[in-house]
């Protein structure tokens, strides 16, 4: 943009271009000494806008002072009990028979005592009457939760619900007439919106910062295998922002901030949010029913790597890997099979496996549902009606977790492996009717090592086809030419697709 300005500002005179120059190179030595300063990059910006002719946003005043009030500060109080550690030297015998025996040995006779744990969050007050947005792990076990508001009136909150997969939480306080922030809707944000993050963090009281949406539908893995579809921004979270509001400039909620990614436990410039689309489903099932149902369609799922989709044929890689599928389960009656890849669900497409789950989750239990697979080259419609997800996550589905085996035989591949009998798999508590050869010992500098194959797993398919014999597996890698092998690998009793490179 500056290049464009020189050039187009050269043929208007003298005091013209000097005045481009001088606006160039004030941006270049903005930029170079102030990279880490809000203040830098905000002239650059300002700048270079004003240098083009754009109109230049100086402040978000009018914003924040719309949006403050309805972000409050959450405190929480739990008490545990804490059992007293002896201290080692008070076993000693010179001490002990100064003491006598009023010294406890190694913590015996010690009583627990109780303290208080405190938690410190933020939240958003989403109807007149006190209902409050915040997250799960802001009041997980608490057992009284107080509420502060902007104006510094405290209240005593009640619990209404929390869904820990979406770590969301309602709290309810005995108000009225409370300033409340508009959901706006989240699936229109765009990468590089601008947001600010309005939040209380590290106790210092209410703080906006501002920044820019940076990615969307990200995971982290940080939690404890919910469902993740965080909003990433880049303005600055830090610990108590938790529950907060990430808002857009027309002041609307589009998340609730969640997660910071971080070595040190402070702001880096990576925080991520709960879209606000999530936030309101799971906020509804929560006020009317006090918990969340999600859909369950019974198969489990992995992602589809550029190795897998090679093997595969596929000309995208996209969609969702089906590694399992649960008996009797709706993808079961719907004639789902292992191996084939979910493209589209209810006619939306699938990204990848993150984005099927959370859209059949989202969906509510008994819902008729359509969705569209590829199966050796072929695109199938298959319908269902979903079921419902347990409270518990069941084991079947863990999407893709222990995605990472490799298989290959003693030659190509650098593992030795043995027919899976009955009382080999009988003594590992595999499925009576698991076949395959299990894996006895894998060569560390083999591809097998590198695609992280183990000892202990059990090969039980070669691109599709299943195997049960070395004379299979051989066969098998022939026929697989100069593509990545597609691998069936069962390990602790669950099974995934993996892909290993035979090196030529």
């Known amino acids: 943009m500056s290049r464009q300005v020189f050039s187009s500002s050269l043929g208007k005179g003298a005091a013209t271009a000097r005045a481009a120059l001088l606006s160039f190179f004030v941006a270049l030595t903005l930029a170079a000494f102030g990279a880490q300063s809000g203040f830098a990059q905000s002239a650059v910006g300002q700048t270079v806008a004003s240098a083009a002719g754009l109109p230049v946003q100086t402040s978000y005043a009018s914003v924040v002072s719309r949006v403050a009030p309805a972000v ?35 913590g015996q006779g010690q009583q627990p005592r109780t303290e208080r744990e405190r938690g410190l969050g933020s939240g958003v007050i989403v109807s007149p009457d006190g209902y409050i947005l915040t997250n799960h792990h802001v009041v997980e076990g608490a057992q009284q939760i107080t509420v502060e508001l902007t104006d510094r009136r405290v209240f005593n909150a009640r619990l209404v619900g929390t869904d820990q997969p979406s770590d969301l939480a309602v709290l309810k306080i005995d108000a009225s007439n409370l300033p409340v922030l508009a959901l706006g809707d989240s699936d229109t944000a765009q990468v590089g919106d601008v947001v600010l993050a309005v939040g209380n963090p590290l106790g210092i009281g209410q703080t906006v910062t501002s920044g820019i949406i940076s990615a969307k539908g990200r995971t982290t893995e940080l939690g404890d295998g919910g469902f993740e579809d965080f909003i990433q921004t880049d303005a600055a979270i830090n610990q108590g922002n938790s529950g907060g509001a990430l808002v857009n400039t027309q002041g609307e909620l589009v998340g609730i901030n969640s997660q910071i990614l971080s070595p040190s436990g402070g702001s880096i410039g990576i925080g991520f949010a709960i879209p606000a689309n999530m936030a309101r489903d799971v906020m509804g099932q929560l006020i009317k029913q006090g918990r969340v149902h999600r859909g369950m369609i019974g198969v489990g799922i992995q992602p589809v ?118 009382e080999i798999a009988a003594r590992a508590e595999l499925p009576r009717d698991t076949r395959g050869l299990v894996v006895r010992s894998v060569d560390p500098e083999g591809p097998a090592a590198d695609a992280g194959l183990r000892a202990g797993d059990v090969i039980q398919e070669i691109n599709r086809q299943p195997v049960s014999t070395r004379e299979d597996l051989r066969a098998a890698l022939e026929r697989s030419g100069t593509r990545p092998v597609l691998m069936l690998v069962m390990r602790d009793g669950q099974s995934t697709f993996i892909t290993v490179r035979l090196r030529q």
């Open 72 to 106: 409050v500060t959450v405190r929480s109080e739990r008490r545990v009990k804490v059992s007293s550690q002896q201290l080692p030297f008070m076993d000693d015998p010179a001490l002990r028979q100064l003491f006598g025996d009023r010294v406890p040995r190694g």
């Open 305 to 422: 790597t550029a190795d897998i989709a090679q093997s595969l044929g596929l000309e995208e890689v996209r969609g969702a890997l089906v590694n399992e599928v649960q008996p009797g389960s709706p993808a079961a009656g719907a004639g789902v099979r292992r191996g084939d890849v979910i493209v589209a669900f209810n006619g939306a497409p699938v990204s990848d496996y993150n984005s099927f789950r959370n859209m059949v989750a989202r969906t509510q239990p008994g819902t008729p549902v359509a969705f569209t697979v590829l199966r050796d080259g072929r695109e199938l419609q298959l319908r269902a009606t979903l079921a419902e997800l347990p409270v518990e996550k069941p084991k079947g589905d863990e999407s893709g977790a222990g995605a990472g085996g490799g298989a290959s035989d003693s030659g190509k591949l650098g593992v030795t492996v043995e027919p899976l009998t009955e």
